[in-house]
């Protein structure tokens, strides 16, 4: 997928999220399905959290990353390679244990989540005309899929929406069979 149609297509994803937030109270969006599980509005912190301080702050690394050709070339792990091949996750669920690092924080106002999906969209339409300017040789490490350049960090948070969608529905699920 070009980047310009993936911006496209996280635009859309994000509009998807951003009506599913209109039907939420702040109490559905901070009902969490188990201990081990996060609410949907953590979802939502996660999403904007490792787009902004992840996943584009690596895209921007290799943007502005020298080409040291002394540095060796990081390459993709089998299973980043296979992501990108099929331009998705897989749809099966990843858990990370609870953790002060990694867990969000609960939302404090739906506008705290509108205004962070805004700045992600804004951030990924201010870095995607840089994309084809860049060498792919300079990348940043995934800790799963191994090394990423630019346009693939960049392409990553639109797969990553993409695939919470599946723990959007879960959540919205738990939802309703406990009213």
Same mark, same amino acid.
């Given at each position: 997928?070009?980047?310009?149609?993936?911006?496209?297509?996280?635009?859309?994803?994000?509009?998807?999220?951003?009506?599913?937030?209109?039907?939420?109270?702040?109490?559905?969006?901070?009902?969490?399905?188990?201990?081990?599980?996060?609410?949907?509005?953590?979802?939502?912190?996660?999403?904007?959290?490792?787009?902004?301080?992840?996943?584009?702050?690596?895209?921007?690394?290799?943007?502005?990353?020298?080409?040291?050709?002394?540095?060796?070339?990081?390459?993709?792990?089998?299973?980043?390679?296979?992501?990108?091949?099929?331009?998705?996750?897989?749809?099966?669920?990843?858990?990370?244990? =609870? *953790?002060?690092?990694? /867990?969000?924080? !609960?939302?404090?106002?739906?506008?705290?989540?509108?205004? #962070? $999906?805004?700045?992600?969209?804004?951030?990924?339409?201010?870095?995607? =005309? *840089?994309?084809?300017? /860049?060498?792919? !040789?300079?990348?940043?490490?995934?800790?799963?899929?191994? #090394? $990423?350049?630019?346009?693939?960090?960049?392409?990553?948070?639109?797969?990553?929406?993409?695939?919470?969608?599946?723990?959007?529905?879960?959540?919205?699920?738990?939802?309703?069979?406990?009213?």
């Amino acid at each position: 997928m070009r980047t310009n149609e993936a911006l496209q297509q996280f635009q859309e994803t994000v509009n998807v999220y951003l009506r599913e937030l209109d039907g939420f109270s702040m109490e559905q969006l901070s009902f969490r399905p188990s201990e081990s599980e996060w609410s949907i509005g953590q979802m939502y912190q996660h999403l904007v959290q490792s787009a902004l301080f992840m996943q584009l702050r690596n895209a921007e690394q290799c943007l502005t990353g020298s080409n040291d050709s002394e540095a060796p070339i990081m390459e993709k792990t089998d299973v980043g390679a296979a992501v990108f091949k099929q331009g998705s996750f897989p749809p099966m669920r990843i858990h990370v244990p =609870p *953790s002060p690092q990694y /867990t969000p924080q !609960q939302p404090e106002t739906k506008d705290q989540l509108i205004q #962070g $999906l805004a700045s992600v969209i804004r951030r990924m339409k201010e870095i995607q =005309p *840089s994309l084809e300017e /860049t060498s792919a !040789q300079n990348t940043v490490p995934h800790p799963r899929f191994g #090394g $990423l350049n630019a346009e693939e960090w960049f392409l990553l948070v639109e797969m990553h929406y993409r695939h919470h969608l599946l723990q959007l529905n879960r959540l919205k699920q738990a939802i309703g069979e406990r009213h």
